[in-house]
């Protein structure tokens, strides 16, 4: 799922580079968790963030952005499809009050990102929140019935001893 958003919010605003940054489970630190048109070594690159940065910030807040001073994201710089952009979107993967990480596109064109294009880009990053949330549910439903499957098996055991026993 990951995959295909970063790869479409590319072609969607004709960008640079984008990937999608997901907590590492360590207070203020994501990781790149997919990419496309990402240098090699900024995959699964671990980055920490100002708790009062602008990534911060997105991420508390839920809300998208267009950042052009790219002094303002010290955190991002340190990734070299970042570094050569001219104007980045960020939008976070959100679903009800809960933000997942942040996807973020990148672009080198003279002119900044639109609105516009960053409301395909927020479209886009609901479809892949509710995607990834499905992915999870029906791994939590595999889970499940895999137990249940579990535990009528032992039942059924049970239940052959206790009668083969019983007479004997």
Not at 88 to 99: D, F, K, W
Not at 128 to 139: D, R
Request: charged share 20%; with cysteine.
């Amino acid at each position: 799922v990951l995959d295909a958003t970063v790869h479409e919010s590319v072609k969607m605003i004709d960008g640079h580079a984008s990937f999608v940054l997901l907590p590492t489970g360590e207070p203020d630190e994501l990781y790149v968790a997919a990419g496309d048109g990402l240098d090699q070594n900024d995959l699964n690159q671990r980055l920490q963030i100002n708790p009062t940065g602008v990534v911060a910030t997105i991420l508390a807040s839920g809300g998208s952005r267009i950042l052009t001073d790219l002094r303002s994201l010290p955190t991002l710089n340190h990734l070299a499809s970042v570094q050569a952009a001219t104007s980045i979107c960020c939008v976070p993967l959100s679903a009800g009050r809960r933000n997942y990480g942040i996807l973020v596109v990148t672009s080198t064109r003279r002119e900044p990102i639109t609105n516009d294009e960053m409301g395909m880009v927020a479209a886009l990053a609901n479809y892949a929140i509710i995607g990834m949330l499905n992915a999870q549910l029906v791994t939590e439903l595999r889970d499940e019935r895999t137990k249940l499957i579990s535990k009528e098996e032992e039942v059924r055991q049970q239940l052959a001893r206790d009668l083969h026993d019983g007479p004997a």
